[in-house]
């Protein structure tokens, strides 16, 4: 894929699709121009079928019904593994000492909408909106839920690949935490339970990957961990490892972007640094956008899809994981004014850009972001115009995913993936 970055909204654009060699290089262009309104008929049917517009658990809960599928992939086999029950049973010892990582646990049972086990149900839903190659062998297929054994084993797959990311990310760093000693023994313990959680996680999904026996698909796969790794070393961080925005800087002083030209390769950084849009999506795309289009990708590879409907559905998952970030920078100036909100959401940075001088509040973090005055930057985000700024980065991604739902027949399937991205709209 490729970005060109000193245009003034964020798009993709399919461009070329390549002849898929041994490494199966799929190509696609990220454009940054400008945005086109694009709702179908059938999408507006679809939408137009709901009395009101979808509440969130009803669009999951409607959509799970379609596949089979339950919201998260611990389900009864997970649930009663004895190497869950042991990192349960752990668990329990950290109640009461602020570990990060149980912030994680919650959010991993916590039904809203950002939960974060509706990525392999996306997945199922992409499989099932597409259809499968008549090649298929019968054993292959779960006839009831419409979609491939193999499919729904990606689709825990991503899920496993996404939890043992985010239970990572909860490690703390003891030589910068100045604690007492009781608490020191707390945090340790919790590091030791989400390193060696998050590890059984990845280390399951490499094994159930490896079953499918897909040389492709596992390289595919392998670079969207790539990719969530390089995320936590993009821009800078504070003491705690959680990431920073980059200075703004003018358009003559940003250095020229550079090109992604495909999805297996790592993305090239040169223009994202000073460039809060560019920066953003870089940002998210390798974070979230990368891992749910590259399962989407691979789930039509499964069913035998050409390689121009397979790039359409990496597409297509990057452009909601961008809309669904987009609503989430959102959440925290909908109500109440929070103590604190990420730093390198949309709003903020879009506010950032508009005045630098602002940039001195993100300078106060860089040992902590606790020493932020999140009040002044609040203040800021709702004077300006980056609130209204980032409703319109998500409208164009959420048009964008629209426009690729175009790729796939009518069915219910589809109707449900677009009930799930209407209910993401404030």
């Given at each position: 894929?490729?970005?060109?970055?000193?245009?003034?909204?964020v798009?993709?654009?399919?461009v070329?699709?390549?002849?898929i060699?041994?490494?199966?290089?799929?190509v696609?262009?990220f454009n940054i121009g400008?945005s086109?309104e694009?709702?179908?008929s059938a999408?507006?049917?679809?939408?137009?079928?709901?009395?009101t517009k979808?509440?969130?658990n009803?669009?999951?809960?409607?959509?799970e019904?379609?596949?089979?599928?339950?919201t998260?992939?611990l389900?009864?086999?997970?649930?009663?593994?004895?190497e869950?029950?042991?990192?349960a049973?752990?668990?329990?010892?950290?109640?009461g000492?602020?570990?990060?990582?149980?912030k994680?646990?919650k959010?991993l049972i916590?039904?809203?909408k950002n939960?974060?086990q509706?990525w392999?149900?996306i997945v199922?839903?992409?499989?099932?909106?597409?259809?499968h190659?008549p090649?298929?062998?019968?054993m292959?297929?779960d006839?009831?839920?419409?979609?491939?054994h193999?499919?729904?084993?990606?689709?825990e797959v991503t899920?496993m690949?996404?939890?043992s990311?985010l239970?990572?990310?909860?490690l703390?760093?003891m030589?910068?935490r100045?604690?007492?000693c009781?608490?020191?023994?707390d945090m340790l313990?919790?590091?030791?339970?989400a390193?060696?959680?998050?590890d059984?996680?990845?280390?399951?999904?490499?094994?159930e990957?490896?079953n499918?026996?897909?040389?492709?698909?596992v390289?595919l796969?392998s670079?969207?961990?790539?990719d969530l790794a390089?995320a936590e070393?993009?821009?800078?961080?504070?003491?705690?490892n959680?990431?920073?925005?980059?200075?703004?800087?003018?358009?003559?002083?940003r250095?020229?972007?550079s090109e992604?030209?495909c999805?297996?390769?790592p993305?090239?950084?040169?223009?994202?640094?000073?460039c809060a849009?560019?920066?953003w999506v870089a940002?998210?795309?390798?974070?979230?956008?990368?891992?749910l289009g590259?399962?989407?990708s691979a789930?039509?590879?499964l069913?035998?899809?050409k390689?121009?409907l397979?790039?359409q559905?990496?597409l297509f998952?990057c452009?909601l994981?961008?809309?669904?970030?987009a609503?989430?920078?959102l959440?925290?100036f909908?109500?109440p004014e929070?103590d604190?909100f990420?730093?390198v959401?949309?709003?903020?940075?879009?506010?950032l850009e508009a005045?630098?001088?602002l940039y001195s509040?993100i300078?106060?973090g860089?040992k902590s972001?606790?020493d932020?005055?999140?009040h002044?930057?609040?203040k800021?985000v709702v004077e300006g115009?980056?609130?209204?700024?980032?409703?319109?980065?998500q409208r164009e991604?959420?048009?964008?995913?629209?426009?690729v739902?175009d790729s796939?027949?009518?069915c219910?399937?589809r109707t449900?993936?677009t009930?799930?991205?209407?209910?993401?709209i404030?």
């Amino acid at each position: 894929m490729s970005f060109s970055c000193l245009r003034s909204v964020v798009r993709y654009d399919l461009v070329k699709v390549s002849k898929i060699s041994s490494s199966s290089a799929l190509v696609a262009k990220f454009n940054i121009g400008s945005s086109r309104e694009l709702s179908t008929s059938a999408n507006l049917r679809a939408v137009a079928q709901q009395n009101t517009k979808p509440d969130w658990n009803r669009a999951v809960s409607e959509a799970e019904k379609i596949v089979g599928y339950p919201t998260s992939f611990l389900s009864l086999r997970w649930v009663l593994s004895d190497e869950i029950a042991n990192v349960a049973l752990h668990l329990r010892k950290l109640v009461g000492s602020n570990h990060p990582l149980l912030k994680t646990a919650k959010n991993l049972i916590y039904n809203g909408k950002n939960n974060m086990q509706a990525w392999g149900l996306i997945v199922l839903l992409v499989s099932k909106a597409a259809g499968h190659s008549p090649e298929i062998p019968d054993m292959e297929q779960d006839k009831a839920a419409g979609v491939l054994h193999s499919q729904r084993a990606l689709a825990e797959v991503t899920e496993m690949i996404r939890t043992s990311h985010l239970v990572h990310k909860g490690l703390v760093n003891m030589n910068a935490r100045q604690v007492v000693c009781t608490e020191s023994d707390d945090m340790l313990f919790g590091n030791k339970i989400a390193l060696l959680s998050g590890d059984y996680l990845l280390a399951n999904s490499c094994t159930e990957l490896a079953n499918l026996r897909n040389q492709e698909l596992v390289e595919l796969m392998s670079s969207a961990v790539r990719d969530l790794a390089e995320a936590e070393f993009l821009g800078d961080r504070d003491e705690q490892n959680n990431p920073l925005p980059s200075r703004p800087l003018p358009h003559d002083q940003r250095e020229p972007a550079s090109e992604w030209d495909c999805i297996l390769s790592p993305l090239p950084m040169a223009g994202v640094a000073g460039c809060a849009r560019r920066e953003w999506v870089a940002r998210h795309v390798l974070a979230a956008g990368a891992l749910l289009g590259k399962s989407c990708s691979a789930a039509l590879k499964l069913a035998g899809h050409k390689p121009a409907l397979q790039t359409q559905g990496y597409l297509f998952g990057c452009h909601l994981a961008l809309a669904w970030q987009a609503f989430l920078d959102l959440e925290a100036f909908t109500g109440p004014e929070p103590d604190s909100f990420s730093l390198v959401g949309a709003p903020l940075a879009f506010t950032l850009e508009a005045r630098p001088d602002l940039y001195s509040y993100i300078e106060a973090g860089k040992k902590s972001v606790r020493d932020v005055d999140y009040h002044e930057l609040y203040k800021a985000v709702v004077e300006g115009n980056g609130i209204e700024q980032t409703k319109q980065l998500q409208r164009e991604h959420i048009n964008s995913a629209r426009e690729v739902l175009d790729s796939f027949p009518y069915c219910d399937a589809r109707t449900a993936l677009t009930n799930i991205i209407v209910a993401m709209i404030p």
